[in-house]
């Protein structure tokens, strides 16, 4: 099957801009997690949400930050207007149910390199 | 507060053992997960403990004691491909909500 898949792989741009992050997760995993990691620190988290339905936003930094997942398929995250302080590599994961995540935990996908000048 | 706290590096030769601990303080936990990542790639799954004791899978074993707030890796037979960075992470109660350590750094000597 294929992974998760986060698009751009990297970004640059300049501080004021707006960029979407995509992600798509596995196919039939309704949940899905958005992380980021800034330069030098631990993963953090930033959101979770249940087909199209944010379960847990309580990791997303400030209102600039705003995540959809429209139809319960892939998610966006977009970052309006961007900060010096964003950049990091912004991480996708997906997973099935209780059983799957005991199993085998998150599917992270590759991320996202942002970096804001 | 939540912490995670795991040693920052470490360096290992090939073919030996190394254990890599964990401890951590968080407000709720329902479960622990190590992960494996390679430099600019996605984490990778390695092992989840949610009760007491030692989980053996090939190569890799994960300890946890829940009343300690501790868990250990255990790589055994090192390759240099195991040379990456092994994050430990605690789930939260109740959600998916998962909080993680720095990541340790294993170097891999011939």
């Known amino acids: 099957e294929a992974g998760v898949t986060q698009f751009p792989s990297h970004s640059v741009i300049e501080k004021g801009q707006t960029v979407t992050l995509r992600c798509d997760p596995i196919?039939?995993?309704?949940?899905l997690y958005w992380y980021r990691r800034v330069m030098g620190k631990e993963i953090k988290f930033l959101l979770h949400?249940?087909?199209?339905?944010?379960?847990?936003e309580s990791g997303m930094p400030n209102n600039r930050f705003l995540a959809e997942r429209t139809g319960g398929t892939y998610s966006t995250l977009k970052v309006q207007p961007a900060e010096l302080e964003d950049s990091g590599v912004y991480f996708c994961?997906?997973?099935?149910?209780?059983?799957?995540?005991?199993?085998?935990?998150?599917?992270f996908g590759s991320g996202t390199r942002l970096t804001v000048v | 507060g939540q912490n995670i706290d795991q040693p920052t590096e470490m360096t290992a030769t090939e073919g030996a053992i190394v254990q890599i601990n964990c401890t951590y303080q968080t407000s709720g936990f329902n479960g622990l997960f190590w992960y494996q990542q390679h430099a600019g790639e996605a984490p990778t799954f390695l092992s989840y403990?949610?009760?007491?004791g030692l989980e053996e899978k090939g190569r890799f074993s994960s300890f946890l004691s829940r009343s300690k707030g501790y868990s250990y890796l255990l790589l055994k037979e090192l390759q240099m491909k195991d040379s990456a960075s092994y994050l430990c992470?605690?789930?939260?109660?109740?959600?998916?909500?998962?909080?993680f350590g720095a990541g340790t750094r294993l170097f891999v000597k011939a």
């Open positions: 994961a997906s997973s099935q149910a209780e059983t799957g995540v005991r199993a085998g935990g998150y599917t």
């Open positions: 196919s039939g995993h309704d949940n």
């Open positions: 403990n949610v009760l007491d």
């Open positions: 992470a605690v789930r939260d109660t109740g959600g998916f909500k998962t909080i």
């Open positions: 949400f249940v087909k199209e339905s944010k379960q847990d």
